[in-house]
């Protein structure tokens, strides 16, 4: 059992225990889990057959959890949420998977209105009944109607950092094999994708039969669909297929760049080679029956007058155009980026206290970060009032006497309230190094009143970025109805930065606005929201997003030194 797995168990005993309104600590602690154990960077299974008893040493673990952990490393299962799964009708689990709905609310619907399956939902929002429950309102009621009448775009798919987490040991197993020269990822991992639906994987060996033979012979499948000497297709014990191409060497480059690219992408290009009598297949480029490129992806493209386009861009959104016209981005990467702008500790909802949040970012060369502890209003984060942001301002402070990198920076996450105001008075605002705004209540308002109160909050002389903007959690929740274009209109006339959140689960913005932003002049900002040190990776993730909206370092404000980016703030 992967990472991943173990704790997207426990975020199902977390759900289901809210929909059958268990006790709000114990749900708590179930997600305070499953967090923390997707961000660790060392597989728990490693830990249970090393010594199972450390893991009840972890923060948010403890003694039980812990228990629970070796018990689904070893059986793959929790007797827990076999339970659960018994005790409540599958028709409310499916209604509580609709977007926009989840265990708080389906509760609810189910309390008011009897609600128990997806049909009984849907006729309760066609007849306008459902937005008569408290917490759901007109907009959430369309937008269910929405999702019921289009429930197929991401059945089957997971988050992208699920899917780094389950090919790694993969990877790391077929590397095992005699004779492998090169072994990579294509498809929609390596292009970056936010969500994935399955798992591409090239090989290059000079012995085919050995690597057919490991790849099958890999623990994690549940089950094997095809063992070839050139194709082995398998599905995770998670229910995600894993397709393995062995290529020869010399056809390498045109495999990986025909399995990586969008189809929208490469039918233009394979018509840009016919028009130069030319054939590019996953064999290589053909003039007749001579291959004349395919080693490497830059000869593919090179034979048909482009220069290397990256993975991140191959979705034929006007990536073929610029390669012509010599106008391609020079994208930004993880190295550019010099610090991470939002962050949060144990004085508000954080994990990690603020000296091991200042001690990691160090470890990972960060020349600056803020920490954001978030504002009262938001209750179960214990959100911070003036007296106590004061209190860590002095802490951080001390830190900042040693002189040592990172320069810590004193911010806030500052909610928008219903009317657009700011949940903090204007003196503290004022006072902060960096003021981040976002909503995290009322997320069902109507679209202009959305907007409306967005707009005056970025609008506010104090605030510096618009934080995750549209507030989504993919797969989970659906983004809050806001015209984004005003917002982004807005941000340039403000000089408002906006974030790109590096949850995984959040990637907000997202590529498609993220570029939107881009070409209106917007700054953009990458963050991690990083609640523990462990998170701080997910940096690379939110580059993966600016990559994707073709963002180069001077789009991205966190690429400036420090004195730099203090100047940007003051716009």
Known sequence: MENVDVARLFQQVADLLELRGDNPFRIRAYRNAARMIEAMPKRVAEIVAHDGKSLAELPGIGKDLAGKIVGIVHSGHLDLLDELLTEIPKGLIDVMAVPGLGPKRTRAIHDVLDVSTLSELERAARTGKLHTVKGIGEVIEKRVLDALSHRTPESGR????????????????????????????????????????????????????????????????????????????????????????????????????????????????????????????????????????????????????????????????????????????????????????????????????????????????????????????????????????????????????????????????????????????????????????????????????????????????????LAHPTSRLIGKRAPTAVDLERVIAAAAATGALLEINGQPDRLDLDDVYARAARDAGVGLVISTDAHHVDELRYLRYGVDVARRAWCEPKHVANTLPLGAFRARLRR
């Open 158 to 465: 997971i988050l992208l950092s699920e899917a780094d987490a389950l090919v790694a040991p993969l990877l790391e197993h077929l590397r095992g094999a005699r004779g492998v020269v090169r072994l990579e990822v294509a498809g929609s991992v390596r292009r970056r994708r936010e969500t994935i639906g399955d798992l591409d994987l090239l090989a290059a060996t000079e012995d085919a039969r050995e690597l057919a033979d490991r790849f099958v012979a890999y623990p994690g499948f549940a089950k094997i669909l095809a063992h070839g000497k050139t194709r082995c297709a398998g599905e995770l014990q998670r229910g995600l297929g894993v397709d393995l191409r062995i290529v020869a060497p010399e056809s390498f480059g045109a495999a990986l760049y025909y399995f990586t690219g969008a189809k929208a992408h490469t039918i233009p290009v394979r018509a840009i080679a016919r028009k130069r009598k030319l054939k590019i297949n996953e064999y290589g480029v053909f003039r007749g029956s001579r291959r004349i490129a395919g080693a490497t992806e830059e000869d593919v493209l090179a034979s048909v007058g482009l220069p290397y386009i990256a993975p991140e861009l191959r979705e034929n959104r006007g990536e073929i155009e610029a390669a012509r016209a010599g106008a391609l981005p020079a994208l930004v990467e993880l190295a550019d980026l010099r610090g991470d702008l939002q962050m949060h500790t144990t004085a508000t909802d954080g994990r990690s206290t603020l000296r091991e949040m200042v001690a990691a970012a160090r470890a990972l060369g960060h020349a600056y970060i803020a920490i954001t502890e978030h504002t009262q209003v938001l209750k179960i984060t214990r959100g911070l009032d003036r007296k106590g942001l004061l209190a860590q301002r002095r802490a951080i402070a001390r830190l900042n006497e040693r002189h040592e990198k990172p320069v810590v920076l004193w911010g806030a996450e500052v909610d928008i309230l219903e009317d657009g105001t700011l949940d903090l008075d204007d003196a503290t605002l004022a006072e902060l190094d960096v003021v981040l705004a976002s909503v995290h209540t009322h997320l069902d308002m109507p679209r202009a009143a959305m907007t409306d109160r967005i707009v005056r909050a970025i609008r506010h002389p104090a605030v510096h970025v």
